[in-house]
């Protein structure tokens, strides 16, 4: 089992692939379902540490465009959740999102929070460009980070 995974673990790291792989597990986990890009991109980063720069930008790429498809799930169900307009939660942050408008998805890297806002700059129609491209900057700015900071903390 162990040399399956091995294998495995090598065949997903290669340039080719891993890039690929690390593609589709940023735009899965920019979705609503629950995953995390992180461990695949410093899994990535860890055995091929000259793909950082690309590594980087495939991630941000792959993040941002599902946080696209997000805003376009919370453009689609405007409609299906307008009897939730009323509850006083709801109209305060509708507010602070209205206020902010597209700036507000420059916080769309947040875990647990970040998802959702996209799909509700998307419910409230947040105009769809200046969303994606607060959103390119946020996530790119948290991979950066991140990747920065594990590989010091984990070196070589």
Known sequence: MQAWL????????????????LFLVSFISAT???????PALFGLLKLNPDLFWPAIM???L????????????????HRAADHYRH??????????LERL???????????????PLCAVAGWLRLPFWPCVGWMLVGKFL???AMSLTLLQIFPG
């Open 101 to 115: 408008g597209p700036k507000a998805c420059l916080l769309s890297w947040l875990p647990i929070f970040g998802d």
């Open 62 to 77: 792959g993040n941002t465009l599902g946080g696209a498809v997000d805003w376009w799930m919370g453009w689609g169900a």
């Open 32 to 38: 609503l379902l629950p995953l995390g890009s992180e």
């Open 58 to 60: 495939v991630a941000t």
């Open 87 to 96: 509850s006083a939660h709801h109209l305060r942050v509708l507010g602070w």
């Open 6 to 21: 091995d294998t495995l673990l090598h065949f997903l790291a290669l340039p080719q692939y891993g890039l690929s792989s």
């Open 142 to 144: 948290r991979y950066v």
